[in-house]
């Protein structure tokens, strides 16, 4: 490795000339780094106990999206049809069109007929772990 043998007066000076441009000129940030928005004891006190009806996930939804991130990750299973509120489901479909979402998935060996399709195409996670050959084994994909 070449970093090694370069000599210590000279690495200082590569550092203090790159400070100075970094002062003169900074460069623009192109991103943020990620931000977690919890629900946590506070926010169940003001919005109610869990499971929260769709309408309140569209609002927090909207509300994270006002602030214009990269992209909205949502680490929470939407397994069944909300019943708490009429046309809930729709609400949050309406919150999420448009925005780069990412949501929670859970593998189903066969579609439940109890619910109608979505009609949102969906492409399934290619797994990193292999299929072992010969045996059973547990695999994301």
């Given at each position: 490795m070449l970093v090694g043998l370069e000599p210590l007066p000279l690495a200082a000076l590569r550092d203090a000339t790159f400070d100075a441009y970094q002062r003169l000129m900074p460069r623009d940030r192109a991103s943020?780094?990620?931000v977690i928005v919890e629900i946590d004891e506070a926010s169940l006190d003001l919005k109610g106990q869990w499971p929260w009806?769709?309408?309140v996930v569209a609002e927090l939804i909207r509300g994270i999206g006002a602030a214009k991130p990269a992209a909205i990750g949502v680490d929470l299973l939407f397994v069944e049809p909300d019943?708490?509120?009429a046309g809930a489901d729709q609400v949050l479909a309406d919150a999420l069109h448009g925005r780069?979402?990412?949501l929670g998935i859970a593998g189903l060996e066969r579609r439940d007929r109890r619910y109608p399709s979505t009609g949102i195409r969906t492409r399934a996670p290619r797994s990193a772990i292999p299929r072992s050959r010969g045996r059973r084994c547990w695999s994301a994909g």
């Amino acid at each position: 490795m070449l970093v090694g043998l370069e000599p210590l007066p000279l690495a200082a000076l590569r550092d203090a000339t790159f400070d100075a441009y970094q002062r003169l000129m900074p460069r623009d940030r192109a991103s943020a780094p990620a931000v977690i928005v919890e629900i946590d004891e506070a926010s169940l006190d003001l919005k109610g106990q869990w499971p929260w009806p769709r309408t309140v996930v569209a609002e927090l939804i909207r509300g994270i999206g006002a602030a214009k991130p990269a992209a909205i990750g949502v680490d929470l299973l939407f397994v069944e049809p909300d019943r708490s509120t009429a046309g809930a489901d729709q609400v949050l479909a309406d919150a999420l069109h448009g925005r780069d979402v990412v949501l929670g998935i859970a593998g189903l060996e066969r579609r439940d007929r109890r619910y109608p399709s979505t009609g949102i195409r969906t492409r399934a996670p290619r797994s990193a772990i292999p299929r072992s050959r010969g045996r059973r084994c547990w695999s994301a994909g």
